[in-house]
């Protein structure tokens, strides 16, 4: 990676900037002065400095986070009117394109990947993958066991599409509350599944990707890094 590059991301500062330190003597590579922006580093092993400080702590060359995303948020990396998931962490990670590996419709909640990490968000997402996702979803009216019947068979929505068998069950006390296990991706799925059935979807929240559970002590709006053990738990996920 490119010295200016590096020192940017690890300093949250524009490229601009981190160029201008670097002419002005002001960082060493390896306890030595290095004026050239375009020097080439190892970021895993290089030691940096600036004006004598090091730069403590691993490189991270991807980013994985989990965020229990509210209400009213949209799932995008930028939006002119609604505040986006990738807002909510910003401040911490100004330098890094991130994106969400996914997404919920503004109204729902629960948990939301973000990463700047192409392939490792493709590997989760690819339809012939099959990392399931997890949802407690809040029904007008009870579960029934045609409903039950149906997500195992693969419902056919009105417009034909079958889906991929996925599983419903009851959750708690209250008959409307259902735990909805998907193995792929349809935009609405969920909401469009169930009113094949005349029920509608009054709540949904993503409790699961793949093996990895959302952080119950996470408030709405809070985020997290995804553990080496947990993005590891995802990449064999998606390798079926």
């Known amino acids: 990676m490119r010295l200016d590059k590096y020192l940017a991301e690890r300093l949250g500062i524009p490229r601009s900037e981190s160029r201008k330190r670097i002419a002005a003597g ?8 290095c004026r050239k922006a375009d020097t080439q580093l190892d970021e895993h092993t290089a030691e940096v400095a600036v004006n004598g400080t090091p730069l403590s702590g691993q490189y991270e060359k991807y980013v994985y986070l989990m965020l229990n995303k509210p209400e009213g948020v949209v799932s995008a990396s930028r939006d002119k009117r609604d505040t986006t998931v990738t807002d909510l962490v910003a401040q911490a990670y100004p330098r890094r394109q991130l994106f969400p590996a996914g997404r919920l419709d503004k109204t729902s909640t629960g948990f939301v990947l973000l990463t700047d990490d192409g392939g490792f968000a493709h590997d989760i997402l690819a339809p012939g993958r099959h990392v399931s996702k997890e949802y407690i979803v809040t029904l007008d009216t009870p579960l ?8 195992a068979a693969g419902v056919t929505l009105a417009d034909g599409q079958t889906m991929d ?3 419903a069950e009851p959750w ?3 008959p409307c509350v259902v735990k909805v296990t998907l193995h792929q ?3 609405h799925q969920i909401k469009r599944m169930f009113g094949v059935y005349g029920a509608g979807v009054n ?6 990707i793949g093996p990895v559970a959302l952080d119950q002590g996470l408030e709405p709006g809070c985020w997290r890094p995804l553990t080496t053990e947990e993005v590891e738990a995802l990449r064999r996920a998606s390798r079926g």
Not at 144 to 151: D, L, S
Not at 203 to 208: D, F, I, K, V, W
């Open 165 to 167: 068998p996925a599983e």
């Open 144 to 151: 029934t066991p045609a409903m039950q019947a149906g997500f």
């Open 185 to 187: 991706g349809v935009y």
């Open 203 to 208: 709540g949904l929240h993503r409790t699961a």
């Open 172 to 174: 708690g006390a209250d």
């Open 26 to 33: 002001a960082v060493t590579v390896n306890g030595v002065p």
